[in-house]
């Protein structure tokens, strides 16, 4: 296992709600970043969050945001749910450096069904 | 931004052979290569990765080339076996997409006993 955890591991949300989904990062890894997967598709980069900061973002709208806390861990906030947002959200922590990629580890996900 | 494109989308092996999966990429300024494994309803498993500086890396049966000036790189699995059998993705990282990582799309690996 990796030490990433996400929470909950699946959620009913109807249209037009709003969810959060939390990551604990792996000990010592300062860097959480945020992946949707759709059913048989590659994860796609939502955002990444460096130290409380957000640092780069994927092609998401607005009513995707996020925060980073103190201890590292995370959170993702979708507001206005809509049916195309269910997906398998991913967390996975890193130690970050900013001039080149590093491992990154994966939590379990969260299987978000909007209906 | 960077674009990985991965293949094949499936292969299909009989336990014993080996497997290549291929991917290039978009952006020369990425670094860092990793490859993972998901299996159905599993996080993605990171099985192996590969620096910009380094040409070959193996580890057991599994093997990743990354060829700079073409901007490829592949996984190789030899002797495969049935637990092999799940959905590989390769990543590019680095460069002006640091700590993003951006996925090709995936391939699914069948390995028959």
């Known amino acids: 296992e990796t030490g990433v955890t996400q929470s909950p591991t699946h959620l009913i949300k109807t249209r037009g709600q709003q969810v959060t989904l939390r990551c604990s990062s792996q000990?010592?890894?300062?860097?959480v970043s945020w992946y949707q997967q759709a059913l048989g598709q590659g994860p796609q980069f939502i955002f990444q969050y460096y130290r409380e900061e957000e640092n780069g973002r994927g092609n998401f709208p607005p009513r995707f945001s996020g925060l980073q806390f103190p201890n590292y861990s995370s959170e993702l906030n979708v507001n206005a749910l809509e049916l195309d947002d269910s997906a398998l959200y991913l967390c996975?922590?890193?130690?970050?450096?900013?001039?080149?990629?590093?491992?990154?580890?994966f939590g379990q996900g969260t299987r978000l069904t909007v209906v | 931004g960077e674009n990985v494109e991965q293949h094949p989308s499936t292969l299909s092996v009989q336990e014993g052979d080996s497997a290549v999966i291929k991917c290039t990429y978009s952006d020369s300024a990425s670094n860092y290569f990793p490859w993972y494994k998901q299996e159905l309803g599993k996080r993605p498993q990171l099985i192996i990765d590969i620096r910009s500086n380094v040409g070959e890396k193996k580890d057991q049966r599994i093997a990743v080339t990354l060829n700079k000036t073409a901007k490829h790189f592949s996984l190789h699995i030899t002797e495969t076996q049935p637990e092999d059998s799940a959905v590989y993705f390769c990543?590019?990282?680095?460069?002006?997409?640091?700590?993003?990582?951006?996925f090709g799309q995936g391939t699914i690996l069948t390995v028959h006993p």
């Open positions: 990543a590019a990282s680095g460069g002006t997409s640091y700590g993003k990582l951006t």
């Open positions: 996975a922590s890193s130690l970050g450096d900013l001039l080149q990629g590093t491992e990154a580890f």
């Open positions: 000990s010592g890894h300062n860097t």
